[in-house]
């Protein structure tokens, strides 16, 4: 390996020219002409991979036919802040609809062994000040979560407010009554002023269109249905069913790498089939320490969010207070904390973000312009050369956990950190020195086939009583298909046909032609890497919309024309920069399979989630619903 000097005269034991063509051949290996077609669609034949494992089976109520001011469809953390949020606004007529027999969202599906939040529990975990609630860990797990979603159900009094156990199939506006009709399947026919969509952006299980997948004859599931029934044990793991089984897992993302450590702990053999490594940093878990949570000044979860958020934005800040893996691996990025940042990498920064609205980051952006210093300074390879870095360092881990070394070699990630999720775990990569697992690297093609009798690979079979299914959600199909409803506008417009040609928003929550409604989602909106934050932020505004056309005697509100091909054209404006980072990385969901057919306005709002919600909460300061269309009558 050879010492190259880098342009800010930083020696490294690393070839940064080998290093990009590693990562161009690993990404050029991967890429396939299908892309998102590779993956079959969980209907038909494949439906029951979405039954819900946990509800109760043979439930059965009374159809509702009703009026109802709010209707929120998602019982996840965005649907439970909207209720949260709505009741403190003093908004109390909502109905929460959620398919699964409780609340959670992603986590009442994602149950599989293992599963924890790799953001720390003390900023992921919303309204912790308001409930009293103290996370055991740093990071919680599945099982702790579920528990704090049923004490905000409690604290906001939502169980009596839900229809669990019941699918959304069609809402659509009628322009008579100015209300949506939400019909489901269990025969309920609500009319809605309002409707939330909180249906979450990972919601809808792939997997992949691999021959035979329909013909192996041994048990089957996916991560998000684990069928604890027949693997026994619980989220902690202790799958005492699998003692005589052979296991094969398919795929190596965020989830899997948190659930093999206990099929490999329980499993009589595990076979790991591997496309593409992922990035596996330190975890380090901890224990709440009673004593510092009980120094907490009031208001402290807030300014914890908006630090992490910071940070991860790129923005200066004073000091790290979550301190881990994520800030860590962001403060590497942009060269270290605000003070000691140096302000014309941050300039640069937000350059790249285009992040530049505000007059301080204008005046800012022309110095770093004009100024031929910043100019030699070539940020964008700083930054590439603190990327190698950091993955030189994840690769090195896996060399010091794996013993065998072929095995570590395979588990090696060779693409820029931030082109798949990056994963933190302390006992993943050992899994791999136990007798019983078997790493199967597929080196970027995947699994070849399905038989009868277990999974074909490089024209070996290999025989397994179960295939488990990590190979996640769709990301990038139609709204509607991922959503589970048709959704039906004014004049029978559909949001397939409203955003075929790409998204078109206002401020991310309102489309034009679908008055009454607020989509939840992140694109085109503040995206944040603790997702419960920006969900939070959208309830906020949400609430205080509604709240306001109540003030007002408005029963319709639309966003105008203009002000969503404005909002349009800011998205347009902001995200352009991030094609090329974009198609230089290996394929996944991230960037459409690895096929960017860049359409700037499917992104999120590229100045960083922190000026988006500065933004939305100056626009709510100005207290005159600037954008939107109100049509007054009176509320009956
Ligand atoms: P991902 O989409 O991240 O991973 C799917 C995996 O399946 C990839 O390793 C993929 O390989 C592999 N795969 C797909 N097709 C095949 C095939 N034909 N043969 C072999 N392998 C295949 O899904 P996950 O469920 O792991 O994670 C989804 C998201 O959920 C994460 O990105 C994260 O946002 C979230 N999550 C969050 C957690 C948290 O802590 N908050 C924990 C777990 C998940 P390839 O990479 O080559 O496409």
């Avoid at 065998?404 to 990630?413: C, G, I, N, R």
Wanted: glycine fraction near 10%; charged fraction near 25%; aromatic fraction near 12%.
């Amino acid at each position: 390996m050879s010492s190259t000097v880098v342009p800010q005269g930083v020696r490294h034991n690393f070839d940064p020219d080998a290093l990009r063509e590693k990562y161009r051949a690993e990404r050029d290996k991967r890429i396939r002409a299908d892309g998102n077609d590779q993956y079959v669609e969980v209907t038909g034949d494949f439906s029951h991979y979405v039954d819900d494992p946990h509800a109760t089976p043979g439930f059965t109520r009374e159809a509702l036919v009703q009026k109802v001011e709010v209707v929120i469809i998602g019982g996840g953390f965005g649907g439970m802040l909207a209720a949260a949020r709505l009741r403190e606004a003093g908004i109390t007529d909502f109905m929460l609809i959620e398919k699964g027999g409780g609340f959670g969202g992603t986590w009442y599906w994602n149950r599989y062994p293992g599963a924890s939040c790799d953001i720390e529990a003390y900023v992921y975990l919303p309204l912790l000040e308001e409930t009293g609630f103290v996370p055991r860990q740093k990071y919680t797990n599945a099982d702790e979560t579920l528990e704090y979603c049923e004490v905000l159900a409690q604290r906001y009094r939502l169980r009596e407010q839900a229809l669990l156990q019941t699918q959304v199939k069609s809402v659509s506006w009628q322009e008579s009554s100015r209300r949506w009709q939400v019909k489901t399947d269990r025969g309920d026919q609500l009319q809605a002023r309002f409707i939330i969509h909180s249906n979450g952006p990972l919601n809808r299980p792939k997997l992949p269109g691999i021959k035979g997948i329909d013909q192996f004859k041994g048990h089957t599931f996916h991560t998000s249905r684990w069928d604890y029934a027949y693997t026994g044990g619980t989220s902690f793991g202790e799958l005492t069913n699998l003692e005589d089984k052979r296991v094969a897992i398919i795929g190596t993302g965020a989830t899997a790498v948190q659930c093999v450590p206990h099929l490999a702990a329980s499993a009589k053999a595990l076979y790991v089939f591997q496309r593409t490594p992922s990035s596996i940093d330190v975890r380090n878990n901890q224990p709440t320490d009673p004593d510092w949570i009980s120094a907490q000044r009031a208001g402290w979860q807030k300014r914890r969010q908006t630090n992490f958020e910071s940070i991860m934005s790129g923005l200066p800040v004073k000091e790290d207070l979550v301190g881990d893996g994520w800030t860590e691996a962001f403060r590497n990025l942009f060269g270290g904390l605000g003070d000691s940042m140096p302000s014309k990498a941050r300039l640069a920064w937000w350059a790249i973000q285009g992040a530049f609205s505000s007059k301080r980051r204008e005046r800012g952006l022309k110095q770093y312009l004009t100024d031929k210093a910043v100019q030699h300074m070539g940020l964008p390879q700083k930054m590439e050369m603190a990327d190698f870095e950091k993955m030189e360092k994840v690769r090195a881990r896996a060399d010091a956990l794996v013993s065998d070394k072929s095995t570590a070699e395979s588990l090696k990630p060779y693409y820029r950190q931030f082109c798949k999720r990056p994963c933190f775990h302390d006992e993943y990569l050992q899994s791999f020195n136990r007798d019983n697992v078997t790493l199967i690297d597929t080196h970027g093609q995947g699994v070849e086939a399905f038989t009868e009798k277990g999974v074909l690979f490089d024209g070996e079979e290999y025989e397994v009583d179960c295939i488990i299914f990590a190979t996640g959600f769709e990301v990038g199909t139609d709204y509607s298909r991922r959503a589970g409803y048709s959704i039906e506008g004014v004049n029978g417009l559909t949001v397939t046909e409203k955003w075929q040609d790409g998204m078109a928003t206002f401020h991310g929550l309102h489309a034009r032609g679908f008055p009454n409604s607020f989509f939840f989602g992140p694109i085109q909106s503040g995206f944040t890497a603790a997702f419960t934050y920006a969900l939070d932020e959208n309830s906020i505004h949400a609430a205080y919309i509604i709240d306001q056309l109540r003030q007002r005697g408005a029963t319709r509100v639309e966003a105008s024309a203009k002000a969503e091909s404005d909002w349009v054209k800011t998205v347009i404006q902001k995200a352009r920069l991030t094609e090329d980072f974009q198609k230089s990385c290996t394929p996944g969901y991230y960037n459409n399979e690895g096929h960017v057919q860049f359409q700037p306005q499917n992104t999120f709002y590229g100045g960083g989630p922190m000026e988006f919600f500065e933004l939305m909460a100056k626009w709510r300061g100005k207290g005159k619903l600037d954008g939107l269309e109100l049509q007054l009558s009176t509320y009956e």
